[in-house]
């Protein structure tokens, strides 16, 4: 059981702020964040004052508003925080998914994807991923297979970002795998052995991004786009096989302002109507999670069965494990200084107080064959101390010992074949690989 870990991160002031002279309403001081309603007049004891500020903790709070403050927050740091964990994650055999969530401008993309020379948390993780790989490989016989996808959801139609054509990359099918679960049908995998395999795909998707949005009316602050990273490491672990694999999201949410079905702003009204089904989605199925997660609180109330609307986004669909499922969450929360997005604002710190209360299920993602191996060996010590006693009390040539014996050879043989199906497996990959 893990909570989601949420960070809330405050960008500096744009141009337009500057512009208009907007005041800067957050505060940070270590997790807390506080935000004030410049609207409220100051000094009156009572209700208006509490209301005038309203303060929020969260297990990180960023600020990132001004670079020559001594407490400012770098995208080093983020990475530091949150990418380690990620990629700890990772090397254990977890999924994982980081959301950055925030209205349009806010420092989604810079936070996930930054800028050329100020690379965000997506680029650092995929270097720190080939950074521990190169150090396992070095030391021991771990084996890695690494590989990449990035697509974007546009109006409930899933596109694939890293196919080279792109006709035919809209409207990708979702299906559900009986044992997987959800996947985008015909989503290109692109495995990749070093850092700038990563980046040259990396870039090649972000162009389609943004090529598509000069067409389109703004397509990326409507979409959300999701990298992801298929993580398989095998190794002999005191000579036991282990594989596990792990699946990492790096999800670019939709401009939260999308978000609200009923504040019909003008940019709203001008897309009749055409509210962003995902990214509302999302919101109930938050909502439904951190119910669920208080009525786990609240012991002596009777449990409700709360319904969690997975699937009636593809967002949430695709994501049903990264949400109140088996994964690792972080929320990056990224929010304007600026007074005049106190709305806003408001709303995006309300909206990541919620999902703190989300509870997941992380578990270690092991290939079924190597489970299997290690069950039968559990089986095989334990015959061997049950023959081990039997002969003790001289049963050896009862019908019983007979038969566990047999057992016993059965099963040493089936780890014997096992054993080496895998090898040879991972030894196919490798020379793949080289
Ligand atoms: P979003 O993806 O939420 O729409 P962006 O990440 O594109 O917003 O940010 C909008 C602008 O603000 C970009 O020019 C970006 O470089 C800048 N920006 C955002 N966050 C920060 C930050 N923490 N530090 C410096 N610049 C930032
Ligand atoms: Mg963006």
């Given at each position: 059981m ?13 141009r ?11 505060k ?15 000094g009156?004891a ?10 929020f903790?969260y ?20 990475f530091?925080d ?12 977890y999924?994982a ?7 349009t401008?806010?420092?989604?993309s810079?936070t996930?994807m ?16 080939f ?14 297979r690494?590989?990449?996808?990035y ?23 979702v ?10 049908e015909d989503?290109?995998?692109?495995l990749?052995?070093n ?14 991004r ?11 602050s409507?979409s959300?786009a ?8 095998a ?17 670019d949410?939709?401009?939260s ?27 109930n ?8 997660a ?21 967002l949430?669909?695709?994501l049903?494990?990264?949400l109140?499922?088996n ?8 929010v304007?200084p ?10 995006t710190?309300r ?10 299920k ?12 290690r069950e039968?060996?559990a089986e095989?010590?334990?015959l ?6 039997g ?19 059965q ?7 096992l054993?080496k199906e ?13």
């Open positions: 893990a909570s989601v870990r949420v960070a809330v991160r405050v960008r500096p002031m744009n337009r702020e500057k512009d208009l002279t907007a005041k800067c309403i957050i940070m001081e270590a997790t807390k964040t506080s935000i004030t309603n410049l609207k409220l007049p100051e009156i009572g209700d208006t004052t509490r209301d005038r500020t309203k303060t903790t297990d990180y709070s960023y600020d990132s508003s001004d670079c020559k403050n001594s407490t400012f927050v770098s995208q080093e740091k983020v530091k949150l990418g380690t964990d990620v990629l700890k994650a990772a090397f254990e055999g999924n998914c980081v959301f950055a969530y925030g209205q401008g806010s420092g989604k810079y996930m930054g800028n050329p020379g100020d690379a965000g948390l997506i680029p650092r993780i995929c270097e720190g991923l950074s521990r790989i190169s150090d396992a490989t070095r030391w021991d016989e771990a084996s890695f690494t590989e990449v996808s697509l974007e959801i546009y109006n409930e139609r899933v596109r694939d970002l890293l196919r080279r054509k792109s006709t035919q990359t809209y409207n990708l099918r299906r559900e795998h009986p044992k997987d679960g959800p996947y985008v989503l290109s995998k692109h990749v052995q850092y700038s395999d990563v980046e040259e795909l990396m870039e090649a998707g972000n162009i389609n943004t090529t598509a949005s000069t067409g389109m009316n703004d397509v990326s409507r959300h999701i990298f992801t990273i298929n993580f398989t490491q190794k002999f672990d005191a000579e036991m096989p282990s594989e596990t694999v792990s699946k990492i999201h790096l999800v949410l939709a401009g302002e999308r978000a609200d079905a009923t504040g019909a702003t003008g940019v709203r009204l001008k897309e009749g109507g055409n509210i962003n089904k995902s990214l509302v989605t999302l919101g199925v938050i909502s439904a999670l951190a119910d669920m208080q009525d786990g609180v609240n012991t002596n109330l009777k449990k409700k069965s709360v319904f969690v609307p997975y699937r009636d986004s593809v949430t669909w695709l049903k494990d990264s109140g499922g994964a690792k969450t972080i929320m990056i929360a990224t304007s600026a007074d005049v997005n106190y709305g806003e604002t408001l709303s710190l909206y990541a107080n919620r999902a703190k209360n989300i509870i997941n992380p578990t270690i993602n092991e290939d079924c064959n190597v489970r299997l191996i039968l060996r095989i010590a334990r061997k101390a049950l023959l081990i006693q002969n003790q009390i001289a049963l050896l040539d009862s019908p019983t010992a007979l038969s566990m014996e047999e057992k016993l050879h099963n040493e043989a089936r780890v014997r074949e054993t895998w090898t040879n497996k991972w030894n196919e990959t490798q020379n793949i690989l080289k």
